[in-house]
């Protein structure tokens, strides 16, 4: 019957495309706790094949089964007029997360979003850096539009007339309880395509489904040990000798660096681009980059993607370009193949192939008045919309394949990544500017599967300049960006010893900041996320005042719930809550179980809202009870390839601490053979003295740990 159905609505479709029909969908489970509804027809071309993602079934089968967490007769779907609706349930205490990478909210509930790939322009609508189609759910589950187009979600705002939860209608003219904006139960989606690919992935917790989707995607990245180090970019037209100047100044003056990023000056000519060293500035590339590789500094070079007419590959790959340009340079098809020969090979020439370690991927993101419009057309007769949508997903897949040919790893940036890209290891950024919303950018990074970096530029006051600094020793890539202002991290006399200290600390958590990666790659956790997938932060408790909840702003959201944008949990153990410019003091929301101060190991709190006052020199963070914190020695540059390291193992609290620590030779790709190993610790309390142990390094495996202690804090 249902074959029948299927065919016979499939036949409907191809004869004519304004019918409408409804379909409830057919789930099939892919993957433990994964499902897909296929829709309509989809298309050919969508984010995963975009990606290239291929699914971590290991880590997905090591998570276990789940339950449906919908009722498959709830979700409905309807192809007409072209395009796809899709209809997915809400209950009335659900708050819903993630849909793109936002930095202003965190809780999507009663908003409209077009998930567009583009530059942030300052308000939450779905465009944005990486506007995933992924929403969860506070009940526990998620759901995955595979789709490369501009989709348009009402996430709780469309009221249906045959809504089994209807609201009431009210009257304007006497009742106070009269909404503009009435209550719904569903979320709906239209996406412009004849079908789509739906995926629900299952929980039980939010934290769950989250972990499913990086799995889905292709686990999390894992960058080299040198990637988690410090980076600085340069000023955009230093030359050779600068950059080997500003690299001896940090040596000198002992700031940790492992990276300087050059910016557009590197180029002969920039917007479009040349893709070739400037002579004048650069006279001998391949010596340059080996003399900075002997200061142990790798160089990762700027680009946008637009090919001047002046570059050697603009003739040959003339044939393969879209019909449009951007700054008058040529955009390459590359979802073809031969297009993509000639651009990477290109980037690979004398750069990759001497030794330059990655890319920062500029301008693949929008704004609309200098990208491609969407009336360009491209020979593989991929539409101008789904390019959009991919550009920077494909950028970073075919960057990293040209790593992975040589078997060294690469960690970049990049201004536009998309659903799928989770494996990619390249961090997002941009030109705007905000701290606190740079922080909410960081939390969305982790329900969007990528990551973020709340980049440092410049500041008006030494206060700005060493909060943000903190901030951003608390991300996935510690850096300034000073391509345009020229800072260096001693900008400020006044906190530059409290900004050296902090890129010390950095160096010194590599080995967690390292196995959380790891986590990331291996089972899907974001490294960077919101307080809301933290067990015990028990949101709804905590408000005991309806006053605190900005209704006015949320009104179509019955869930009073607090949105919490300005503290977030760092790894496995670590809760941290940044202080702005002006700010002495801070609230700080601890979910339940004990935690500790990260400095000192004092008892912090449990489950309430504590006021502290840090004073300028630190970033209040704190420590779950049990908490395990791998710290090396404050280097200068991160350990070489299988380099081994001392380690002090921190503790705090009293419960039995566990912690995973990962290992492997910390460049290669040779882990994603099996050489690799997570070393057990375990450390407790024994009549009020510390007790720890680590497992044995596995036999056959790279091993980089040297000597291991172990310490209280408090
Ligand atoms: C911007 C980018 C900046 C810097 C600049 C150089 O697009 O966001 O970080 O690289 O280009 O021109």
């Known amino acids: 019957m249902n074959f029948l159905r299927y065919l016979?609505?499939?036949?409907?479709?191809?004869?004519?495309?304004?019918?409408?029909?409804?379909?409830?969908?057919?789930?099939?489970?892919?993957?433990?706790?994964?499902?897909?509804?296929?829709?309509?027809?989809?298309?050919?071309?969508?984010?995963?094949?975009?990606?290239?993602?291929?699914?971590?079934?290991?880590?997905?089968?090591?998570?276990?089964?789940?339950?449906?967490?919908?009722?498959?007769?709830?979700?409905?779907?309807?192809?007409?007029?072209?395009?796809?609706?899709?209809h997915f349930p809400l209950s009335q205490n659900e708050q819903l997360y993630g849909l793109g990478l936002n930095f202003k909210t965190v809780q999507q509930r009663g908003r409209i979003l077009t998930l567009h790939v583009d530059n942030y322009e300052g308000k939450d609508n779905g465009r944005t850096h990486s506007p995933t189609p992924f929403y969860i759910s506070s009940n526990g589950y998620g759901v995955f539009i595979n789709s490369a187009r501009y989709i348009q979600v009402y996430a709780g705002t469309a009221v249906r007339t045959d809504s089994k939860n209807p609201p009431i209608a009210q009257d304007r003219n006497t009742d106070?309880?009269?909404?503009?904006?009435?209550?719904?139960?569903?979320?709906?989606?239209?996406?412009?395509?004849?079908?789509?690919?739906?995926?629900?992935?299952?929980?039980?917790t939010m934290l769950d489904a989250v972990r499913r989707y990086n799995l889905l995607s292709g686990g999390g990245c894992l960058p080299p040990r040198w990637g988690l180090g410090f980076t600085q970019r340069v000023q955009r037209l230093s030359t050779a000798a600068d950059v080997l100047k500003e690299a001896d100044a940090f040596e000198e003056k002992g700031y940790p660096l492992d990276f300087i990023g050059l910016e557009p000056g590197w180029q002969s000519k920039s917007y479009p681009c040349t893709f070739e060293w400037d002579k004048s500035r650069f006279p001998d590339p391949r010596g340059f980059v080996g003399a900075m590789l002997k200061k142990n500094v790798r160089l990762n070079l700027w680009t946008n993607p637009y090919i001047s007419p002046e570059s050697p590959i603009a003739?040959?790959?003339?044939?393969?370009?879209?019909?449009?340009?951007?700054?008058?340079?040529?955009?390459?098809?590359?979802?073809?193949?031969?297009?993509?020969?000639?651009?990477?090979?290109?980037?690979?020439?004398?750069?990759?192939?001497?030794?330059?370690?990655?890319?920062?991927?500029?301008?693949?993101?929008?704004?609309?008045e200098y990208l491609w419009p969407d009336v360009a057309t491209f020979p593989s007769g991929h539409s101008a919309e789904q390019m959009r949508q991919t550009y920077g997903l494909m950028m970073q897949r075919y960057v990293t394949g040209q790593y992975h040919q040589l078997n060294r790893r690469t960690f970049g940036l990049v201004r536009a990544s998309n659903g799928g890209g989770s494996s990619f290891p390249f961090v997002i950024y941009n030109d705007y500017y905000n701290h606190r919303d740079f922080i909410t950018a960081l939390i969305n990074s982790g329900f969007a599967g990528v990551l973020w970096t709340p980049e440092v530029r410049d500041s008006k006051t030494a206060e700005e300049w060493l909060r943000r600094f903190q901030s951003n020793i608390f991300s996935p890539m510690a850096m300034i960006n000073a391509w345009e202002s020229g800072t260096k991290p001693w900008t400020f006399p006044e906190v530059a010893a409290q900004v050296k200290q902090m890129a010390a600390l950095r160096m010194q958590m590599m080995p967690y900041w390292y196995s959380e990666f790891a986590k990331y790659h291996f089972k899907g956790i974001p490294p960077f996320r919101s307080m809301v997938l933290e067990d015990g932060f028990g949101n709804h408790d905590l408000i005991k005042n309806t006053n605190d909840v900005n209704l006015k702003d949320y009104p179509y959201g019955r869930v009073i719930t607090q949105e919490v944008k300005d503290q977030y949990m760092a790894g496995q153990y670590l809760l941290v809550a940044p202080m702005f410019n002006g700010e002495t003091s801070r609230k700080v929301i601890l979910?339940?179980?004990?935690?500790?101060?990260?400095?000192?190991?004092?008892?912090?709190?449990?489950?309430?809202?504590?006021?502290?006052?840090?004073?300028?020199?630190?970033?209040?963070v704190y420590v779950k009870d049990g908490g395990i914190i791998p710290m090396m020695p404050a280097t200068l540059h991160a350990p070489k390839a299988n380099e081994k390291v001392d380690l002090e193992i921190r503790y705090y609290g009293n419960k039995p601490g566990y912690y995973l620590l990962y290992d492997d030779d910390g460049e290669t790709f040779e882990y994603e053979k099996g050489a690799w190993s997570f070393r057990k610790i375990k450390v407790e309390l024994k009549k009020g003295k510390i007790a720890g142990e680590i497992s044995a390094p596995v036999k056959g495996k790279p091993n980089t740990i040297g000597k291991v202690t172990f310490k209280k804090m408090g």
């Open 8 to 86: 016979l609505t499939g036949l409907l479709l191809l004869t004519s495309t304004s019918l409408v029909y409804s379909q409830n969908i057919k789930w099939l489970e892919v993957e433990p706790g994964i499902w897909k509804g296929i829709i309509g027809k989809p298309e050919n071309f969508d984010l995963l094949k975009a990606s290239g993602a291929v699914a971590v079934h290991q880590g997905l089968s090591d998570m276990g089964q789940a339950k449906f967490p919908l009722g498959e007769s709830d979700i409905t779907a309807k192809v007409t007029d072209g395009k796809t609706y899709l």
């Open 315 to 368: 003739k040959i790959i003339a044939g393969y370009t879209g019909s449009h340009s951007v700054w008058v340079g040529a955009v390459a098809d590359i979802t073809i193949p031969e297009a993509r020969q000639v651009f990477f090979g290109e980037l690979s020439k004398n750069k990759i192939d001497i030794g330059v370690s990655g890319f920062k991927i500029d301008e693949v993101d929008g704004g609309d």
């Open 176 to 204: 106070d309880n009269w909404s503009a904006r009435p209550y719904s139960d569903g979320v709906d989606i239209l996406v412009p395509a004849q079908g789509v690919e739906v995926y629900v992935l299952g929980g039980p």
């Open 591 to 620: 979910p339940k179980g004990n935690w500790y101060d990260f400095y000192t190991g004092k008892y912090a709190g449990n489950g309430e809202v504590i006021s502290v006052m840090p004073g300028l020199d630190k970033i209040p």
